[in-house]
């Protein structure tokens, strides 16, 4: 059936149908609609519904498919779209979403006429333009060849990364080779987004099972190719992708993080370029949904897809037409489009907050932060490490934190959202050199709790906008300590920080930790570590003007709100920041 089609793509298989379904069951409900001509099968459109909005039938391969449609030759494409229409109004559905169908597709040049016959109004716009890298006759080939030798930065590229070691480029395509390569693109792919302060759609278990099943189908099938780019046999970069038809398809790409200075995806593509040149079979090589700058500098030609919304009733469809008035003005007017996405950002947070805290809390949170703007004082209390201070829980371990480790935790903690906040910015100080980040594993070496070390001379308390001057030559201090929301209430923040502590003086280093004065919780982790009170540095801001005050005290600590209160006769060390 899929020889058929005008423009057959391993997306509108069966296999990647099969795959989409197991891998999205929890979340998506399957409507696979079967169009006959008497006993015949003559189309196949493979929809799914949301059990949290039950009226809208869309592709079910819209969220992992480059190109979606109905299956059909191109001269029964009328008569399957006409029975489809008329099946999702007997079911009662209100809208049909088809996503990325390719705008060449006859399945959009028969939708109008047969949706106005079933009454559903109808919406579109251009979704994506995808490059290709089209490669013609054996003129055209020998020309893109002598285009790419002739590309500077990719040259360039390439050679930086022959300094690091030979340079090979393996395919993969057997169903016994697949599994671990996939576990490295995975996880290469969820620590590159997390550097780049975004969260992959694979630490969530449908994406990550969907990708099993593909693999384990498509691999059986002959169509799955992964191309694996290495250094000394060193995998550094990957691209999951496929051989189908006449097409070699750039689908989902990735490398390792350490060697982005040597763009290592970049290289890949080039080198695949030129294999695809070479090889008489190919038609093209289609570089997918997405706009990178590094695709257009490979691309020659390019395919467009169409976003079509159906709608039943009028109503409906004029909101499906603001919607994408909305979308269309964005595109066109980049500062309106960024206040747009601005709005509905702090209209999500908003609401994410009066569910968790309530109106009357954020209400009195307003107002506090109202008050803060003309007048606030805020207290940090320094904490330093006993020398006697020893860590013997050997049931857990503190590690240097890595990449994987991020990797792990983002999988585990995938509906935490503050974690995963979290997590982005270790990613992004694992980029640069500075703090060292460790990790405290369980005895299944789970991630529990993650911390930061850096030098306590010239740290900077971001709390009070204040850098600490200088203890000792060789003093550190802990800071940035995270226990994901599902770990918390088990003591993992003293546990870490005893052992970091220990860690430190085993070094001959001077352990220090801070905590806001209003942290209760912190507070009393710290004490239950075994460190020890020794200042506290009070800012006070007057109408714009700040003054940073030093108070050192003998008297005991308490964990309410404001534990400490300066001995009296004890001098305040101040310091003028405004």
């Known amino acids: 059936m899929v020889l058929a089609m005008e423009n057959p793509e391993v997306f509108f298989t069966y296999q990647w149908a099969l795959a989409a379904s197991r891998g999205f069951q929890p979340q998506l409900s399957t409507r696979l609609f079967l ?22 039938a869309f592709f079910l391969t819209s969220s992992t498919a480059d190109y979606c ?49 079933h009454r559903f109004y109808v919406t579109s716009r251009t979704a994506y333009n995808c490059g290709v890298v089209q490669l013609g006759g054996e003129e ?50 969820i620590s590159r987004f997390l550097a780049s302060n975004r969260v992959s759609p694979l630490v969530g278990p449908e ?37 189908f038809g006449g097409s070699w398809f750039w689908y989902l790409p990735t490398f390792q993080m350490e060697y982005e200075h040597v763009s290592p ?123 006697a201070l020893v860590f013997s829980e050997p049931s857990v371990q503190l590690v240097p934190l890595t990449r994987e480790h991020l990797v792990e935790a983002s999988i585990i903690n995938a509906d935490d959202a503050h974690t995963l906040r ?42 009070i906008d204040h850098n600490l001057e200088a203890s000792s030559p060789n003093a550190a201090i802990i800071f940035d300590c995270w226990t994901p929301v599902a770990d918390r209430g088990q003591g993992h923040y003293s546990t870490a920080i005893r052992s970091a502590a220990a860690q430190l003086r085993q070094q001959g280093r001077a352990a220090w930790i801070f905590s806001g004065a209003s942290n209760v919780s912190s507070l009393r982790g710290i004490l239950k570590a075994g460190f020890v009170y020794r200042f506290s540095l009070v800012r006070r801001s007057r109408l714009g003007r700040a003054i940073i005050t030093r108070q050192e005290t003998t008297a005991a600590i308490s964990t309410s709100p404001k534990p400490i209160f300066p001995a009296e006769g004890v001098p305040e060390k101040q310091h003028d920041v405004a």
């Open 140 to 189: 055209e080939r020998g020309a893109l060849l002598r285009s790419l030798a002739n590309k500077g930065r990719e040259k360039r590229a390439l050679k930086k990364l022959t300094t690091l070691g030979s340079v090979k480029v393996i395919h993969l395509t057997e169903p016994e080779q697949i599994g671990a390569s996939l576990e490295s693109i995975v996880s290469a792919q």
């Open 265 to 387: 995806g970049s290289c890949l593509l080039r080198l695949l370029v030129e294999e695809g040149a070479r090889d008489t079979s190919l038609q093209w090589l289609d570089l997918g949904l997405g706009d990178e700058p590094y695709k257009e500098r490979f691309a020659n030609k390019s395919r467009q897809t169409r976003y079509v919304h159906l709608s039943r009733g009028y109503s409906r469809h004029v909101v499906s037409v603001g919607r994408e008035l909305l979308r269309s003005t964005a595109a066109r007017f980049p500062q309106v489009g960024n206040k747009l996405r601005d709005a509905r950002t702090f209209g999500r947070s908003a609401a994410g907050r009066i569910r968790e805290a309530g109106v009357a809390e954020i209400a009195r949170q307003s107002i506090r932060k109202v008050m803060r703007s003309f007048a606030s004082e805020d207290e940090v209390l320094l904490f330093e490490g006993l020398q």
């Open 69 to 117: 449609d109905v299956v059909s030759t191109p001269e029964n494409r009328k008569a399957v779209v006409f029975a489809l229409l008329e099946e999702i109004r007997n079911l009662g559905l209100s809208d049909l979403v088809l996503a990325n169908v390719p705008a060449n597709s006859a399945t959009l040049q028969e939708l109008p006429g047969v949706a106005g016959s």
């Open 35 to 56: 169009v006959y001509d008497v006993d015949q099968l003559v189309g196949i459109a493979a929809l799914a519904v949301d059990p949290r909005a039950p009226r809208a």
């Open 422 to 463: 979290y997590l982005m910015r270790c990613a992004r100080r694992l980029s640069k050199p500075g703090p060292s980040g460790f990790l405290l594993q369980d005895d299944a070496a789970r991630p529990i709790h993650i911390l930061w070390i850096a030098n306590y001379d010239g740290f900077r308390l971001s709390e």
């Open 207 to 243: 994406r990550r099972t969907f990708l099993r099943y593909l693999s384990d189908l498509l691999s059986h099938s002959g169509w799955l190719k992964i191309s694996q780019l290495e250094i000394d046999g060193r995998p550094v970069a990957w691209n999951y992708g496929f051989r």
